[in-house]
């Protein structure tokens, strides 16, 4: 166990396990405090409802793709010394892009997706040009952003209709885009009988395109000079520029990658065909629920897909908890979780500690004796 504990990577998983169980049982603790008769129940339903059917387990992953792009994007940032905390805000106006490439110019899904990419790093430039240049805090900016990019993909959908009238297709429903079963079906997602395998619409290749930009994100961290420096950066800025890395520059960089990760998760979710934008007030929580993901894996590529599918798996699970429960209390539980999630690092950490400090107490050769101390005038020459 010792040594299974010593293996590179063993530590995160440990660390991450405990605050999801933790988490769990606070959850479950709450349960019987609101409705204990059907606290078990409920409990064991929200556990098991994600593999009860192949179309819940579909849901699981259709919700998973674009969490795990959220996750990247964080998770990118936080190993490059930053926190991208307006992955909201990219999510949304890359959203926005791929929904006006469909519905207006009706090129396909792959030109959308390109285009929801480009959005979301257009709008995490910003924040990185203000830290580069100016050293003013990201999490300031990007929040800032968040809020404005909602509220100018709100403005442009309500005047789509009047500005471009011979190409905007509206929604027969008000405040929501078109469907783009009838807008641009090519613009969907493509299937590939994943949906008739799982007997479920929601199901597409976007799980697999999100594995495959975890793969690739863990491919330029950990096997590219590009992304080394990126870490460099993160680990010390002064020393990095001491030797020679332009840390402005990849500050920027880092960023810009980071908003084009969240403008592919907007991409994903609503080219599926089952999603449509309407219009919103609050911020999506696709883009915040990217933080734990990350947190959770910390901040590991391949673990940021783990991490994604059980958070949605709890989202999907909470759903059987009604009408016993309100709808809420699944988010409280999921909020406990992600509370916890922000100490894996500090478990982590703990962890790490203690099984340095055994190895030191186990395998540490004992100290040298002392040599006893020479008698007074011993070894000095007799003066003659």
């Known amino acids: 166990m010792k040594k299974l504990l010593q293996k590179k990577g063993m530590t995160s998983v440990l660390a991450s396990v405990i605050s999801i169980v933790v988490g769990l049982l606070f959850g479950l603790v709450v349960l019987y405090i609101v409705n204990a008769p ?3 129940e409920c409990f064991v339903s929200m556990l098991t409802t994600g593999l009860a059917s192949p179309a819940k387990f579909s849901k699981v992953l259709y919700q998973a793709a674009p969490l795990v792009m959220t996750g990247l994007s964080v998770g990118f940032a936080f190993k490059t ?13 890359g959203a ?3 929904l006006v490439t469909a519905i207006i110019f009706q090129m396909p899904w792959y030109v959308c997706m390109l285009a929801g990419a480009l959005a979301g790093a257009f709008w995490g430039l910003f924040p990185g040009l203000f830290k580069a240049l100016f050293n003013v805090n990201e999490v300031i900016t990007s929040i800032m952003f968040n809020w404005i990019g909602l509220f100018v993909v709100n403005l442009c959908l309500l005047n789509m ?11 027969p429903i008000k405040d929501r885009t078109a469907s783009l079963k009838y807008a641009n079906p090519s613009a969907i997602i493509p299937k590939a009988g994943l949906d008739e395998l799982f007997s479920s619409p929601y199901i597409n290749i976007s799980i697999i395109l999100s594995v495959l930009f975890a793969i690739l994100m863990y491919v330029v961290l950990n096997k590219t000079t590009f992304g080394y420096e990126l870490k460099a950066c993160g ?4 020393a990095a520029q001491y030797a020679g890395i332009n840390a402005k520059r990849n500050i920027v960089l880092s960023m810009v990658i980071a908003g084009a990760l969240s403008g592919v998760a907007g991409g994903l979710y609503y080219l599926s065909g089952e999603a449509e934008y309407n219009i919103l007030k609050v911020l999506q929580a696709m883009g915040f629920n990217g933080i734990p993901v990350a947190l959770l894996a910390t901040s590991h590529p391949i673990g940021t897909i783990f991490s994604a599918l059980f958070v949605s798996y709890i989202q999907v699970g909470g759903e059987s ?3 016993h429960f309100a709808v809420e209390m699944i988010d409280i539980i999921i909020s ?3 509370y916890l999630a922000a100490f894996a690092l500090l478990t982590k950490d703990l962890i790490g500690r203690l099984v340095k400090t055994d190895k030191g107490n186990v395998n540490a050769e004992p100290a040298p004796e002392e040599a006893p101390a020479a008698p007074d005038g ?3 020459e007799d003066n003659v």
């Open 336 to 338: 406990v979780i992600i």
């Open 378 to 380: 011993a070894g000095k």
């Open 81 to 93: 010394g930053l926190f991208n905390i307006g992955a909201s805000g990219q999510y949304t106006v």
């Open 96 to 98: 926005f892009a791929a």
């Open 235 to 238: 680990h010390n800025r002064d």
């Open 38 to 40: 059907m606290a078990w």
């Open 161 to 171: 209709e009047k500005m471009l009238p011979p190409f905007w297709v509206p929604s």
């Open 321 to 323: 908890m009604q009408p």
